[in-house]
């Protein structure tokens, strides 16, 4: 008799995911005197996204951009897991690459959360991101994926063996506005090369990062519970400015692109103060007050600075929810995830 399998039978033909960009908005914690190292703020953002649909097959395709990227992330769970079989992979959007909005922690928990699904493992999300290596030093990457907003991430502590754990999730003003700025003819450090910027990088001094703790504690998230953007905008600005100097030696600056830099001299010469770049760049940020006044900051960074070669421009909402996730059911419906990976805030 052949045995009948439960799981098998229930797993959908196909899952979609969308996965939402991210601002790493800087480090707390350099130090770790206290035994937790790093300590990350982040924002989801409404876009760009990476759009993935993946079925199960007898061997390995791909097709889209970062499409064989995407493969390297299927395979390697395959083995880790130990499964039988293949998968077809459309890589349908994909965030730009090394340009400080995390594209790899998104395509790998992306991939990783469909192979969870078609296989019926019952991972999550957070698991699967361990087990791609994603969140070395920190966990906005997947906290953007499992719930958006902005968020606060513990670090890592002694002995730990888990991502660090998102221990502040607040919704972000939906009048507010992100002025992004790309620079397409500079990447930020990855991979090997952000492993020797950091072990080469000096001592971090306690009592800044004391100070920075302080100012995320007692300016930063206050100021967001009440909306109030000067505050919140002047606490980002001076996390910028602090953990960029400390990044100098890395990155010949405070930031990456020496473009990029221009247009946030310009921004803040205008009195804009929560400026800053996200991650190891070149992608600059501006957080303002309204839809108004970024598209008229908007029009005018265009105006002055368009012609410049790879510099491109746009502005965003945040994002107060994590990946949608769609797939088939047995009668061949579509079903929106109502797990951990859609979850909102109001």
Same mark, same amino acid.
């Given at each position: ?24 908005l ?30 199960r ?15 390297? $992330?299927?395979?390697? *769970? ?14 349908q ?6 340009a ?7 395509l790998?928990? +992306? ?44 670090? $890592? ?65 206050? +100021? ?14 001076e ?6 100097? $400390?990044?100098?030696? +890395?990155?010949?600056?405070? $930031? ?7 247009v ?46 790879? *510099?491109?421009?746009a ?32």
């Amino acid at each position: 008799m052949q045995e009948f399998n439960f799981r098998q039978s229930l797993s959908p033909s196909w899952v979609r995911i969308e996965a939402p960009a991210r601002l790493h908005l800087g480090f707390m914690d350099l130090n770790g005197g206290l035994g937790r190292r790093y300590g990350s703020l982040g924002l989801a953002l409404e876009g760009p996204f990476t759009r993935i649909q993946v079925e199960r097959a007898t061997t390995f395709q791909a097709s889209g951009a970062c499409g064989e990227r995407a493969l390297g $992330y299927a395979k390697r *769970l395959f083995g880790v897991l130990d499964l039988d079989g293949g998968l077809r992979i459309q890589v349908q959007r994909a965030i730009p690459q090394h340009a400080g909005l995390g594209s790899g922690t998104q395509l790998a928990v +992306a991939v990783g959360v469909a192979i969870d699904r078609l296989h019926g493992l019952g991972l999550g999300a957070r698991r699967i991101a361990y087990l791609q290596g994603r969140g070395a030093r920190s966990g906005i990457g997947i906290g953007a994926f499992d719930g958006g907003g902005f968020m606060v991430d513990g670090g $890592y502590g002694p002995g730990e063996d888990e991502l660090p754990p998102v221990i502040v999730r607040m919704g972000f003003p939906e009048h507010w506005r992100v002025l992004l700025v790309f620079d397409t003819q500079v990447q930020g450090l990855y991979g090997r090369s952000e492993r020797s910027a950091f072990e080469a990088l000096p001592g971090f001094e306690p009592r800044t990062a004391e100070r920075l703790c302080r100012l995320v504690m007692m300016q930063i998230l206050p +100021a967001l519970s009440r909306q109030d953007l000067r505050p919140f905008a002047q606490g980002i600005g001076e996390l910028q400015r602090v953990v960029g100097e $400390y990044f100098t030696p +890395a990155q010949g600056g405070c $930031y990456t692109s020496a473009a990029v830099a221009q247009v946030l001299a310009w921004l803040q010469a205008q009195g804009i103060e929560g400026l800053g770049q996200s991650s190891w760049g070149p992608t600059g940020f501006a957080v303002l007050d309204s839809e108004m006044r970024a598209f008229a900051l908007l029009r005018e960074v265009q105006m002055r600075f368009g012609a410049q070669a790879g *510099l491109r421009f746009a502005v965003l909402r945040a994002r107060n929810r994590g990946a949608t996730i769609e797939q088939t059911v047995p009668q061949g419906e579509r079903r929106p995830s109502a797990e951990a990976g859609c979850r909102g805030l109001d």
